[in-house]
């Protein structure tokens, strides 16, 4: 249906019209400012996750920085710890070889020590002979060797046992004389393994109180590289996480690029200024409200045009542009934002269904959606705006003549 209206009345002609309070031009701009700041927000959207994008960048490095410094702290105690088991290893086969000394010492100090009662006992038998023979001597009296010579026959026989005796007792006194040597050897060698036992006893027990100590430092490597171990675990984790996070960025900036991309060019299309006046309009049918009529209070006035047809109508796009706005808002239910460029906004309000979805691209004429049941005045149709820099616009300037 063509579109007619009464110029002189400066309303729509056509019989049924009522003109009753409609408050779109709050909720559109409402819708205006949603558009105007989904463009913005597309921007600084990306700027924010470029900023976000940077700011994970900064976390990684200084998470893998850290990674890094720690595994080389980590090598660090592993190395030390593998000193220590080293120096411990040594400590242990010196304490082995000073308990084989002390064991050696021992036997020695043993064997010396049987060998020096073995002589006392031989020195104190001898004793005990050289003192009965001196007894019997005493008793014999000094006539005992005339007594000798008496009663031998033979003078010659008699000699040999006066020598016999002599040589007897001389050998009993060195005999007793090398005794006593060797006890007093066996007593210096006695001596000198004690000192030598009491020594080896002390590097023993400053060994043993090294051993102590390296098994402590042991112990404290294997925590820190315990402890070491979590917090790599825990910080991996956290950079797995951030890797992660810095990949679903990457994609969400990756497929908003893609999507910008999609964007022709300004210099493709004829500006939207330069098409003022041969626009279609968005839906054939009958203007029921003008751009600037008062509602019935006096105190408002229209932002745009309500344009009557039937319900499930085909709403098409004036212009060529992007949707920045496609969903439900109170006061101007299923509402389509399209952005041409330049700042020029055109709005289709009060849809029964929509085509499209934001951030997608429609060319002049394309269908967006459908005519709804109820575009304001009770009547099913489109309400509809045109809007620069949030400036309303009257559409009927901007659309082609229908006559």
Same mark, same amino acid.
């Given at each position: 249906m063509a579109i007619e209206w009464d110029a002189t009345a400066d309303r729509p002609a056509g019989s049924g019209w009522q003109q009753r309070p409609l408050w779109l031009p709050d909720c559109v701009a409402v819708a205006v400012f949603v558009a105007g700041v989904f463009i913005a927000t597309t921007a600084i959207a990306q700027d924010g996750n470029q900023t976000r994008l940077i700011e994970l960048d900064n976390a990684i490095t200084a998470i893998e920085q850290w990674v890094s410094e720690t595994r080389q702290q980590r090598s660090a105690e592993e190395r030390?710890?593998?000193?220590?088991?080293?120096?411990?290893?040594d400590l242990s086969q010196l304490i082995a070889q000073n308990e084989q000394q002390l064991a050696s010492l021992d036997n020695q100090l043993r064997t010396l020590e049987s060998q020096r009662r073995e002589l006392l006992q031989r020195s104190d038998a001898q004793r005990q002979q050289i003192a009965e023979a001196l007894r019997a001597t005493y008793k014999a009296g000094s006539d005992s060797q005339l007594k000798l010579l008496l009663n031998q026959q033979d003078p010659a026989t008699t000699q040999r046992m006066l020598v016999y005796f002599e040589h007897i007792n001389q050998d009993r006194l060195e005999q007793i004389r090398q005794w006593r040597e060797t006890l007093s050897q066996i007593d210096s060698n006695s001596d000198e393994l004690s000192t030598a036992q009491v020594a080896i006893a002390q590097q023993s027990e400053l060994l043993n109180t090294r051993q102590s100590a390296l098994a402590e430092a042991q112990q404290q490597r294997r925590e820190i590289i315990a402890s070491l171990d979590v917090q790599l675990a825990e910080r991996g984790d956290e950079l797995s996480q951030l890797q992660q996070d810095r990949q679903e960025l990457q994609e969400l900036i990756d497929e908003i690029n893609r999507i910008v991309e999609d964007i022709?060019?300004?210099?493709? =299309?004829?500006?939207f200024a330069d098409s003022r006046g041969s626009m279609p309009w968005p839906l054939r049918g009958? =203007? =029921?409200a003008r751009y600037g009529d008062r509602y019935s209070d006096g105190n408002l006035q229209r932002q745009g045009i309500i344009i009557a047809a039937e319900a499930g109508s085909a709403v098409r796009a004036i212009h060529p542009g992007r949707v920045v706005f496609a969903d439900w808002l109170r006061g101007s239910g299923n509402l389509i934002v399209v952005d041409h460029g330049?700042?020029?906004?055109s709005l289709y309000a009060h849809q029964q269904s929509l085509n499209k979805q934001s951030g997608d691209w429609v060319n002049r004429g394309e269908p967006v959606g459908t005519a709804g049941t109820d575009a304001g005045m009770g009547m099913p149709g489109l309400y509809f705006e045109i809007r620069r820099n949030s400036q309303t616009l009257n559409p009927v300037e901007w659309l082609e003549t229908v006559r």
């Open positions: 030390e710890l593998d000193r220590l088991g080293a120096e411990a290893r022709p060019a300004p210099e493709d =299309l004829m500006p009958e =203007l =029921l330049n700042a020029y906004l």
